[in-house]
C-alpha cells in the first residue's frame, strides 16, 4: 500500500486531492517519436505505464495511452490529458462509470457528473475540485465525510497553516497543492514524504497549475460579472414582488432564489413551479404556504430533513423535527428550535460543529463559534454573529 502511494505522488502530484493533480504539462500537441518511449520498454508492470502515461502527459497525445496495459492507469491517462486538453470526448474512452463522470466534471465543471458518482470518496474528491475552481465553498456541503469536508474548506482558502487540520495522510497532499498554487516552494518544505516533497518543488518550478489557476480566475472573473447584474436583478424583482424579472437572470441558483423569494413573500404557490430544482420547488412551496407535506415530496433525504429542520425553526414546532430521518440533523434541528447548544455536544463531526454554527447564529452569540473546531467555519460564524 505504501508503495502504491508513493508511486501515485509521482505521477499525478496529490493522491489525496485527485483530481486536482491533472492539469499536468499542458503542450502544443506534437507527433509522437517511437524512440521517445523505447526508454519504458525497459521497464514491468505498473512502472511502465507510467513511464508511458508520464510521455503521453508530456506530448498531451491521447493515442498513447492505448499502450498502457493496466485497465485503472489508461482510464487515468485518458482522464488527465482530457482535463489538460479540455476535451471532454476524451472521458467516454475510460472504462470505469465513476471515472468517466469525475473526468466530465473537470473538463466542463458542472456539478451534476460529480452527482452521478456513485463511490462516495470520488464523489467528495469531485465536489472538492469544483469548489476550488468554480471559488465556490458551498459545494463543500456537499461532501459526505468529515475529512474530505475539512479538506474542502482548506483547499478553497488556500491557507497552508490550514493543513494542519487535515488528517496526517492527507496533509503533504495539501502542502504540495497549495504550494503550487501559490508558486510558493517553500511550503514544500512541510512535507514529509521526501520523494513527494522534491516533487513538489518540481511542480512549483514548472508552474504545473498554470492551467487550472488561469481557469479559475476566468470562472471567477465570469461568475463575479453575472452574479453582480443578477444578483441587482433578484433584490429588485423581491422588493417589488415582480417575478417578471426573474426570467432575466442567467445565474441558475440565483434564478431559483429569486422565484422562491417572491413565492414566499406573495404566498404564491404556483412560482414555485417555474424553479428548475426540484427539490427545491418542493421546499419553496413548503413555505410558501407553511406546509410540511411538501417536504414528504423532496427525494434527496438530506434536503428532505433541512426542509423540516426550517420549517420547524420558521413556525416554532420542534415536532417538525421528528420527522426528520438522520439522527444527528435531527438533534441539530432541536438544538435550532430550541436555542439550546447543549445538545449538540454529542453530535459526531462534521455535524457538531454545523450544529454551533446554527445555535450561534440564532442566538447572536459569538461564544458559541469558540466550540467550532474547523477554522474555516469558525470564521464563517464569526463573520455571520458580528
Known sequence: MKKILIISGIISLIVIIGFLGFYLFKNIPTIFQPSEVA??????????????????????????????????????????????????SLCDKIKDEDKKYSCQAQVTGEVKFCEDISDAKMKSLCFNFLAFVLDDISLCDKVSDKDNFRLCGVVVKEDPKLCRDVKIEDEDGCYSFIASIKKDSSICNEIVNKILREQCKTDVEQGVYKDLITRREEEKKKQEESKKKDEALIKSAIKTNDSSICVKIHTPVIKDECYNGIAVNTEDISLCDKIEEKDIQQTCKAFAIKDSKFCENIIDNRNKDWCYRNLAFLLSDVSLCNKISDEDRLALCKATVLKNPELCEDLALPNKNRCYLSVATVLN???MCGKITIPFLKEQCLEIVR
Open 39 to 88: 526508454e519504458c520498454e525497459e521497464l514491468e508492470g505498473e512502472e511502465r505505464d507510467t513511464c508511458v502515461i508520464k510521455k503521453a502527459l508530456e506530448k498531451n497525445e491521447s493515442s498513447l495511452c492505448d499502450q498502457v496495459a493496466g485497465s485503472g492507469l489508461k482510464d487515468e491517462c485518458y482522464e488527465r490529458i482530457a482535463v489538460s486538453t479540455n476535451d471532454s
Open 365 to 367: 452569540d459569538d461564544s
